[in-house]
């Protein structure tokens, strides 16, 4: 019989020892908060139905800051435990939630991702975490109707309950699974007497207690030899945690943890790769870490600050400045501005007690900007909407101090969450609160040496519910030139309300319009602005963006710091993208997101692995992407620091001649990736994909590839190699540069 909401359907198969729960993919759905909605018995009838795959803009409906329910009901029989080791606890998995939601079962709270804005420690966003619950099984009813409730913020962004290309059947479930599938482990570096630790968690998350034996192996995947053990036996009560530690030798290696259940025999596993470094350091005598070539149109600032790393002080010299430009000898920064087309170049020499070192620079003067892919910092996947003055001043700071400006990330760019409620009376938009003064920080910024870049949208409202530029385009690049902007993130978001009542809305002129618009605004203004196109790849944007004169444009939505976010967009999204890039004009897969992030005030470690941080950068140098920074500076530790800081993987990003990477090998799950370079080199990624490591013979493809009798050198190590097969772990990679 259907009922007016909807009823899970139990089914059993015979492969499984215990049988799962699957419900329609729809739910009842009201806008609002109101605590009497978790109670079973409340008469949510007349509630809309919405689906619980999509995200609400998806199924035309658009809101942030806002709360909103789902209800839905089902039935469940005791025959779910038929086979299980177990009769205590299900498992419950619902579907992604944008950003963060607190479930009830019956009344009763039985899981939470993320904080909700009324939490004692404040609103964390959660928007990408897999939501899998362990309950009692005393909290279903056996006998009739239950009712799950799911409370939900939307801090900016689609909102909603959604699946993802990745975890497509990631709906809501419920199944018995085994005693051991409640531990959960989690993986930490301590420093514990002078000695780093790999300290990794066991956590209970059943009802139950675990009764059992934990131990930890530490081991070179490479070789398989091991390290050190630890074993314990261990009890470890509901919702309880117990940790070992094991010390950490130096380079790579790799922690195993087991859990053996006493009753059953059954294990539960988990590994833990430590942070290596593998940049070797930099000399303390001055070494140029730069493309060589800087963009700048006639007449417009020329702000330079030059990449060169070494011992502090440094004293700077240029022996044939072009008159218009000026040299802070002390901070190495070059600024002025020259009206006549060319190229200058410039004999520049970096001096300090360990050495000197000489260089050119090419100042272009022309129609193009950007003529490698932009450097820097973006707030967004740090610290979302509660950006602040006083943290972009301290991520600048500490992009300086850290050495970071050292090796060419230039760009300091505030995200969304700086606008006032309102305009000014004379329609200008106006900051709010957080931000004193964008004239002053751009000053300050400035004379660092650093770009300063806004955001802002072609709707009324940004993704966070901020003012857009609608109506106001010209006035907002006004403020732009006055404040010193170099550099505009352009998001779709709030206009997509707009653009539904367009009558032409379903063709590629539609999608260009606004930014069309507010690039003719941009170049009426007297400086130079980076225009970054902000709207997820619609209409393929690749083939047009160029003729907006936009100098980056997204390519997919939003990148979070998974394993299954970084596939999706790096390597499935970005194959046939190639042909569009080139100087001046950049596809963009996203910001970086290594180091501490949080979307929120609440920061923490990237989830991706050390090796998948290594992929990470190395396919986004490939990708000729722009590199902009996500995590707080400030907060960042050595490995993030030499990772970002490998001046012969950066100089495959900044490579002059502008070609992005093809992939040409893609076979049981390890592709290779290949990019022409400016020296007659190539830049190869050997990326393994697979759920485990391999080890992969190169040399059968180096004849395909057109390498043979170059050399081969390994980017990362910064050494030479005669090698030609290569260990890779899951989900790593080894980066080459063969000539």
Known sequence: MKKALFLFVCSLFAMNSFAQIFPSDKARFHWGDNMEWKNPKFDDSSWMEISTARDWGSQGMERTM?????????????????GADQQ??????IPYVDDAEVTYLNGVEVGSSGRLPDHPEKYASAWAV?????????????????????????EGGEGGMSLTASRPKMNFSLSAPSRVDGVKFSGKEVVLKGQKMAKLIMTNDYAGKQVGEYKLTSYDPSTGKEFATIAKKVTVASHQSYALSVPCVEGYQRVKAVYTDKATGKSAEYEFTPKYILTPKAPESPRFNMAGIYGVRPGSPVIYRLPVSGERPMKFSVSNLPAGLSLDAEKGVISGKLEKRGDYILNITAENAKGKADAQLTIRVGNTLALTPPMGWNSWNCWGLSVTQDRVISSAQALIDKGLADYGYSYINIDDGW??????????IAVNEKFPSMKNLGDWLHGEGLKFGIYSSPGDLTCGGYLGSIDHELQDAESYNSWGIDYLKYDWCGYSRKHATEPDNNTIASYVRPYLLMERCLRQQPRDIFYSLCQYGMQEVWKWGHAVDANSWRTTGDITDTWESLYNIGFEQQTDLYPYAAPGHWNDPDMLIVGKVGWSDNLRDSRLTPDEQYTH????????????IGCDIAQMDEFTVAILCNNEVNAINQDVLGKQAQKVYDVDGVQIW???LADGGTAVGIFNLNEKDVTFDFGKQIAKLGLSGKKLRDLWRQQDTNATSFFIPTHGVVLLKAK
Do not use: Q
């Open 130 to 154: 897999p939501r899998v619950y362990f309950i009692p099984a005393s909290a279903v009813n056996f006998e009739g109707d239950n009712v799950l409730a799911i409370r939900m913020w939307n």
């Open 88 to 93: 205590s606890t299900l498992r419950l998995t």
């Open 419 to 428: 606008e006032a409620p309102e305009r000014n009376a004379d329609g200008t």
């Open 617 to 628: 950068i190395s396919l986004w140098c490939l990708l000729a992407s722009n590199m902009l």
């Open 674 to 676: 290949s990019r022409p």
């Open 66 to 82: 806002t709360y909103a329910w789902y209800r839905v009901h089902f039935k469940v029989d005791k025959s779910i435990f038929d």
